[in-house]
Structures are given as structure tokens and as C-alpha cells.
């Protein structure tokens, strides 16, 4: 993108305008490319060196992993400690050369958790040293152990994006909640200690909500007076939900899968029950098996 036509011709005379540009909208417009190619602009001049270091984003995403990939099978290196180190290593250098701001931290992580817990508790770490805004982990295995956040992940109080895939939530008696967070996915994670209820609700700034196949959770009780966009695909034990304390949802999406009948405060009573909490909402998806439930309940109740 910026080896060719950097230069641009003016009253006779080569004029390299990008470069001229200040530093941090340099660094914005380098954000705009994948790491590689921002690496790549290293080479274009001396200045040019270190200006991908400020960039105020480190994304790691599936297309650098499968690069990554690519370049292990050429170079024959197939030991799985190895790949790891290296894996670790790019994220790690990083994290420790970045001189500036620090907004955005994104990686997808194609090894397990049992192999990757001290390497990803070691950028958490320094990211809640930096007052990071925006973070993204996720684990793109099929694995068979989560990894349970260190706790000083909950130190990252700045946080206002988060999305996690295949970690273990425990927070520490002495969190207070994550309080500029407005946008929350959570993707196989699992709630420990029945902390479900309390993490959420310490989250008063809450718009965007998505909970997709976590466990721990059995009564999906959603509390914020600002969340406006709730996505719920729940595991097979899904007992109930009350969006009472949510009044200003305008988007709902709930896919319980299978429901555990039988128990006290299940599902919901019937189906205008359900929408009487929701007097804001304009866009309602549910399941058949949620539909299937509200409705017998429902009948139930006019016979």
C-alpha cells in the first residue's frame, strides 16, 4: 500500500506528503492495514522505522495466524512448544516496543489453553499496566480446558470493549465492576461462584450484551439501564430470564436451546408477561424451544 505512489510530483519536484503528516495520524492510517503490511513500511525510509510501533492498535487476527502457519510449514518447524514460543514472542515484542498510546488489543490464539496460559497472563499483565480501552481474546481451538483470567485482569478498569472466547471468570472479592464498559461478547466462558448476576450488574454502562454458549449461568438475571442490544444463545441449562431491570432494550435475541421445565421461577410465565418488560423493544428474536414453553405455560394458565 505505501511502497508505491508515496511520492507525488509538485511544481517539479518530488514531495513525500505522507510523511510530512504528523506522527499520530501517521500511526492512525497504518492502523487502518494488517500488522504485516505496517511492518512493511519499515523499509521505506530511515524516518519510516519505527512509526508502525505507535500505531494505537496491536491486532493479531486469524489471517496473521494463518500466515504464521504457513510460514512454520516452509521453515519444517511443526513442534508444537516451538510454534507456541515464537507465537508468544511476535505478541510479547509487541506489547514491550510500543511507545504510545495502546487502545486496541486483539488476538486470536491458535493453540490451546493448556500450552498458552502463562504467555497470555504475561500480555494481560502489561496491558493492565497501559490502561488498555478495547481488548479481544479468544482461543480458536476445539479445547478441553478454559483458562481462568489471573486477577489482575480485573485491574484493566479503562476497559469499554471486551470480548473473551474460552476463559474462566472469577472475580476477586475486591472488584468493583468494569465501569466505562459499554460493549460486552462472551463466548464459552464460564461463571464461577454463581458470579454471573454480580459481574453483569457491575457494568452500569452497558449497551451492547452477548452471552453464546456459557456455562455457570442458569438464570439469566440482566440488569442496566442503558444495555440496548441483548444476544443470548444459552447451553442446555437454561432455567430463566428477567430483563425487568433493563428497561431500554431495543434488540433482543434469545436461543435458549433446551430448557430445564420443572423448576421453580422457569422460563417466563407467558409470553405478554415477557414483553411487558420490554416497552423500548423493536426487534424480538426467539428459539422454538423458547416459543414452544412460553406458549404451553400461557395456555396453561387461560384453561
Known sequence: MFSEGVKV???????????SLPLDLIACILGKVSVREAVRTSVLAKKWRFYYLYIPQIVFDNE?????????????????ELQCNQ??????KSLL??????????????YDASTMVPYVNKWILYLSWRNIKKLTLTYNTLITQSHKLPPYFFSCLELTSLKL??????????FKGFLSLYKLILVGVDFTNNCFESFISSCPLLRRLVLRDCSGVHHYNISGSYLERLF????????????????????????????????????VSDLVTFMGCLPKVKLLGFDSQFLQVSAKKFLFQVV
Request: some cysteine; overall charge negative; proline content about 6%.
Open 9 to 19: 510530483k509538485q511544481s517539479g519536484s518530488d514531495e513525500d506528503i505522507i510523511s
Open 64 to 80: 496473521f495466524c494463518e500466515e504464521l502457519d504457513d510460514s512454520f510449514e516452509k521453515k519444517g518447524c511443526y513442534i508444537h
Open 87 to 92: 507465537f508468544d514472542e511476535i505478541i510479547a
Open 165 to 174: 472466547k474460552s476463559f474462566v471468570l472469577t472475580p476477586p472479592l475486591e
Open 232 to 267: 443470548i444463545k444459552a447451553d442446555d441449562n437454561f432455567q430463566s430470564i428477567s430483563l425487568e431491570k433493563a428497561p431500554n432494550l431495543s434488540d433482543v435475541y434469545l436461543y435458549p436451546g433446551k430448557i430445564v421445565e420443572g423448576q421453580e421461577g422457569n422460563c
Open 97 to 110: 516496543l510500543h511507545p504510545g498510546e495502546l487502545e486496541k488489543f486483539k488476538v486470536c490464539i491458535p
